[in-house]
């Protein structure tokens, strides 16, 4: 089956300090890839996605690229803000499993000013 | 503005009593999926339909039900049958395809507390 596995938090950093959040992903086609972000008490939104191999998905200064051959689709920013605290879910969505999501289980971020 | 609404975002109830949740959008997307999130935790799929009048169970079905008379309107009834129902409820809506793979759109939540 399908699989996503994100990298554990809580990730703390200081303003202005590079981000890196690591996702790999176990899939039986050919996925989609997204990340959603959740601010605390809301929904989740979506940040950005990918939708085949090499596509780099951008947003709001955040950026992943979709690699297959090591089927990884890490979030990074250059300069995180402490508005960018919040949780991020890797997630894929995969043809053969009729769309359905498949969700990481979520990287807090917290950044200090 | 085009969105989805989840009432209320906070819901109380007793041990022993059903409670429904509503979740309604105007995004005109033809699928509709209910999520449970406990604290710190991913999310886990409960039901979702895909077309007016049909559903299916998700990963954590049992104790939970759901309609779809209305392309708008995704109700969820946690029932007594719920073992441990306390947590933040999400639901979500999409496009439907069979070849592309389109993202969620996800509602604010409802955050239920049973006691």
């Known amino acids: 089956g399908n699989s996503v596995t994100q990298m554990e938090g809580p990730v703390t950093l200081s303003e202005e300090a590079f981000l890196t959040i690591n996702c790999t992903y176990t899939?039986?086609?050919?996925?989609?890839l997204f990340w959603y972000v959740q601010y605390p008490g809301e929904g989740l939104q979506l940040l950005l996605k990918a939708t085949k191999a090499d596509d780099k998905g951008s947003n709001k200064g955040f950026e992943a690229t979709y690699r297959k051959e090591t089927t990884s689709f890490h979030l990074e920013k250059g300069s995180v803000q402490v508005s960018d605290s919040a949780v991020y879910f890797c997630a894929l969505s995969d043809r053969n499993a009729g769309n359905m999501l498949t969700f990481g289980g979520g990287t807090r971020l917290m950044v200090k000013p | 503005d085009g969105g989805i609404t989840q009432s209320p975002k906070y819901l109380f109830r007793k041990e022993g009593q059903n409670v429904t949740l509503s979740c309604e959008q105007n995004?005109?997307?033809?699928?509709m999926y209910w999520y449970r999130q406990d604290p710190g935790q991913g999310l886990r799929l409960i039901y979702y339909s895909q077309i007016v009048n049909d559903f299916q169970k998700g990963d954590i079905a049992e104790g939970y039900s759901v309609s779809r008379e209305k392309k708008e309107s995704f109700p969820l009834t946690v029932t007594s049958a719920q073992k441990n129902p306390t947590a933040f409820y999400l639901c979500a809506s999409s496009i439907t395809s069979g070849t592309r793979q389109y993202e969620q759109y996800f509602g604010p939540g409802t955050r239920l507390t049973v006691t």
């Open positions: 995004l005109n997307h033809d699928a």
């Open positions: 899939a039986t086609g050919y996925p989609s």
